[in-house]
């Protein structure tokens, strides 16, 4: 009977462990997220959307300047032990950003209106600051 309730004691601590971890990451990620937004308008661009989610996927910032749309999308890391944040955007998400891409243009009646450029914005995060490379043009559609 100790034997089972030692177990469950565990297994509860592990799922606590297990959603702390999980917050923490998110608590980050939209951390940095925010910081990405500062970046970019110190850069000149004006945020169109941040957060966009439609049914055919999901991009992390949509920023303007002058005749180009930016669909960009955020990486936040604590550290680079398990590689660079930019890594993380692999051909499958960048396959699902160009697809969110041409439906927000579509549906907001901008396709073929406005340059477009997909950039990755990498954040890495410091003790009370951020390091951040933006990647213009990180990617492309392939045709």
């Known amino acids: 009977m100790l034997t089972n309730l030692i177990l469950r004691v565990l297994s509860l601590t592990s799922v606590v462990y297990t959603i702390t ?19 970019l308008k110190k850069q000149g661009f004006r945020i169109l959307k941040a957060n966009y989610r439609s049914r055919v996927g999901e991009i992390d910032i949509i920023a303007t300047r002058n005749d180009l749309i930016a669909f960009i999308e955020v990486k936040t890391r604590q550290s680079n032990d398990y590689g660079y944040p930019e890594e993380a955007v692999n ?31 990498s954040l890495i995060r410091k003790k009370t600051s951020f390091e951040i490379e933006y990647f213009e043009n990180a990617f492309r559609e392939e045709r």
């Open 21 to 39: 971890i999980v917050l923490n990451r998110r608590a980050i990620g939209i951390d940095g997220e925010k910081r990405a937004i500062l970046f």
């Open 91 to 121: 051909k499958k998400k960048m396959r699902r950003i160009i697809k969110a891409a041409k439906y927000y243009l579509v549906t907001h009646d901008l396709y073929d209106k406005k340059d477009v450029r997909f950039d990755v914005l």
